[in-house]
């Protein structure tokens, strides 16, 4: 069975850029829900309960036709959450370091012009959806999700993930997107990133 992970950090400690209303239903409403029904969906096919939900979303082919997209639909919601709460944390560093920094600064150009274009990005996804930076055969790539497809299930691995649901900020920024994704930079975990990207590396 899967379950839902705790928030690594309380509900508030993402205040003032991430609002404690949000994150409350966020986490124990909406990506609560995405593992009920994954466990719901899957009743009866015990051998994809066995599974970690990363080896589920790269193994959909094998879900029979007839649950296939309850289940990508629900373990990709499941496994962005639980993913994405880690990518965040209350005193954010402001930029990437290390490697992290390196790749992005001999890939985009530098951090601003990164910045820009995954902004660019974000603010074109249409209705729900997610932006990422993502490690694509060994090259770091921005890529846009719709609804909760998965980079996993096309071989993209993510070191760094944005939620553009409306649920994820419209309590507190409503229909200004463009403000929730600047006020998130503020608090990105970039130490979570660079281990994603570590061990993006590695597989």
Do not use: C
């Not at 996993?152 to 691995?157: H, K, N």
């Not at 600047?182 to 570590?198: D, G, H, I």
């Amino acid at each position: 069975m899967f379950e839902l992970p705790d928030l690594p950090y309380g509900y508030n400690a993402l205040e003032p850029y991430i609002d404690e209303a949000t994150m409350k239903v966020h986490h124990d409403g909406h990506h609560a829900t995405y593992v009920k029904n994954l466990n719901e969906v899957l009743e009866g096919h015990e051998e994809f309960l066995k599974m970690d939900v990363e080896t589920l979303l790269k193994s959909l082919d094998k879900v029979p036709l007839e649950i296939q997209t309850k289940v990508k639909n629900n373990a990709g919601g499941h496994y962005h959450h639980s993913i994405f709460w880690t990518m965040m944390a209350p005193s954010g560093e402001g930029k990437p370091h290390g490697k992290l920094a390196e790749t992005i600064n001999q890939t985009f150009g530098g951090w601003e012009a990164f910045k820009e274009q995954f902004n660019h990005s974000a603010l074109g996804v249409f209705g729900s959806g997610w932006t990422w930076l993502v490690l694509d055969s060994g090259k770091l790539v921005i890529v846009n999700t719709l609804n909760q497809d998965s980079p996993i299930s096309r071989g993209e691995f993510p070191v760094l993930g944005l939620d553009l649901w409306e649920h994820a900020y419209y309590l507190k920024y409503q229909n200004k997107r463009a403000d929730y994704i600047e006020s998130w930079w503020k608090v990105v975990n970039w130490e979570e990133a660079e281990k994603r990207l570590e061990q993006a590396s590695t597989k």
